[in-house]
């Protein structure tokens, strides 16, 4: 077993013409909380979505878990199991109940039985503080409540790698807290995560490290004391004294 | 005898008398209607699945079958199958051949409000089902294919509708269904005006219980978004 969940070497991606992402190198420790900040633009949310194959990339190479999920006739869906996806519009199944929503990929993918998987989809929900609201459709739920519902429900393929896209930016300011605070009792159990943020607190306080993604190139990345006190690129001066007001 | 005004006289008595045949050449226009659209929903799923099937060839197909039946009319389509294909060796009863033409007719336009309503669900619902490890077509058979299901009825209801009523084209073979009917009728009666109208309340009826069948399916599986 490699040491590292996820390993990324030279990633190119383009839109076209548009250099998106430019040469990228980042790799994620077991255990580790990376946030990736930087504007608008950047190419966060693309970097993710390579990341579990959403997006092809032009050039490079990622590694899952030691599998190389860039190479021809990789089995992505295999590979996706372990990697958990959070979006920013919590796309839960509007035609599900959380509790369906829950189970519905340990029963088709790792064919568990319906017993099973609802016992582990209450624990899940508890642990989101939404057991109560188990037979609620997404209709009925707040987008905090909604995105606590999409984590257990990425939970429950019991994921080595939880990846996090902009998982409070469409949330009213008030479900925020809780959403976050789910979040971080993760990252206290030792789960993996990549969070692309602008949570600028959340990512200090939680973090491991911050990487600092500027027009499709990392160019800042270190510990958040580092990166939020003593950033030593100009660009990452730049957007913090724009995001940060202390 | 009724009249109303001093020269238009009509005579529902003839379309009382004909009740009972004209019942009988709407029982024959359901029951083609229902098989072709039997036929054409079984033709149009497969085919607005095809269109969004990851395999080029297979949209391809799809899309020419589309395209070629909906630039062509469908009582041409009727004489090609019922009258063209005797000339390959291939005779058919007319009623038949009317549900195969009008099969393969609704087929098509179905297959569009199939891809129509598969494209109409957000990417992002793909994109989650994928990301739990779902294969594609895990994705669009428990995710996809539900929420498209619900926005595919109200079309599918106003295609039904207009199966019903293309169906009269069926007449020009010899079938004798609700149109036939009425036209027999009226050769022997010469009561045009009451006849037609006769024949177009049974239509109506026909359509209106359509229209509140798919009304009450959809009520039935609606779900708030």
């Known amino acids: ?246 | 005898m009724e009249s109303w005004g001093s020269n238009v006289h009509f005579d529902f008595s003839a379309l009382y008398k004909a009740l009972p045949s004209l019942l009988v050449g709407a029982t024959v226009t359901l029951r083609i209607t229902s098989l072709s659209i039997a036929l054409g929903l079984g033709i149009g799923i497969v085919a607005g699945l095809a269109r969004v099937w990851p395999n080029t060839i297979l949209r391809t197909v799809a899309g020419a079958y589309i395209e070629l039946v909906r630039g062509t009319p469908l009582l041409v389509q009727i004489f090609l199958v019922y009258f063209g294909l005797p000339a390959l060796g291939l005779n058919l009863d007319p009623f038949v051949a009317g549900v195969i033409a009008m099969g393969i007719n609704s087929g098509a336009y179905v297959g569009e409000i199939v891809r129509g309503g598969i494209e109409s669900i957000a990417r992002g619902q793909m994109e989650a089902a994928l990301s739990l490890g779902m294969t594609w077509h895990q994705a669009m058979y428990y995710v996809i294919l539900p929420q498209a299901f619900v926005r595919i009825l109200p079309p599918l209801g106003n295609e039904f509708i207009a199966l019903l009523k293309d169906s009269s084209l069926v007449s020009t073979i010899a079938i004798a269904e609700l149109t036939r009917t009425g036209q027999i009728i009226i050769t022997r009666t010469f009561k045009s005006f009451e006849i037609w109208s006769g024949v177009a309340l049974f239509y109506f009826a026909m359509t209106y219980l359509i229209s509140r069948i798919v009304r009450f399916s959809e009520e039935r599986l609606r779900y708030s978004e």
């Open chain 1, 1 to 246: 077993m490699s040491e590292w969940v996820v390993e990324v070497r030279n990633l190119n991606k383009y839109f076209g013409r548009h250099h998106v992402l430019k040469d990228i190198t980042l790799r994620v420790r077991f255990g580790e909380v990376v946030s990736i900040i930087g504007a608008s633009g950047s190419g966060k949310s693309t970097l993710l979505r390579c990341l579990n194959g959403l997006e092809p990339i032009q050039s490079g190479e990622i590694f899952i878990d030691g599998v190389c999920i860039t190479a021809n006739g990789v089995n992505l869906s295999k590979v996706r199991q372990s990697i958990g996806m959070i979006f920013q519009s919590f796309n839960l199944f509007p035609h599900m109940t959380a509790l369906e929503n829950v189970t519905l990929a340990p029963r088709k993918v790792k064919r568990m039985p319906r017993a099973e998987a609802e016992r582990i989809a209450l624990e899940l929900l508890r642990k989101v503080g939404l057991e109560e609201k188990a037979h609620a459709y997404p209709a009925q739920l707040s987008g905090g409540q909604k995105q606590r519902v999409a984590i257990a429900r990425s939970l429950a393929m019991n994921p080595k790698v939880m990846m996090f896209d902009e998982p409070t930016s469409a949330l009213d300011p008030e479900t925020v807290k809780d959403v976050l605070d789910v979040m971080k009792e993760l990252a206290r159990e030792g789960m993996t995560m990549i969070v692309v943020t602008h949570e600028m607190g959340f990512a200090r306080e939680v973090s491991d490290r911050v990487v600092h993604l500027d027009d499709g190139r990392i160019v800042e990345e270190g510990p958040p004391e580092e990166i939020f006190y003593r950033p030593k690129h100009p660009r990452t001066r730049e957007f913090l004294s724009k995001v940060i007001n202390i």
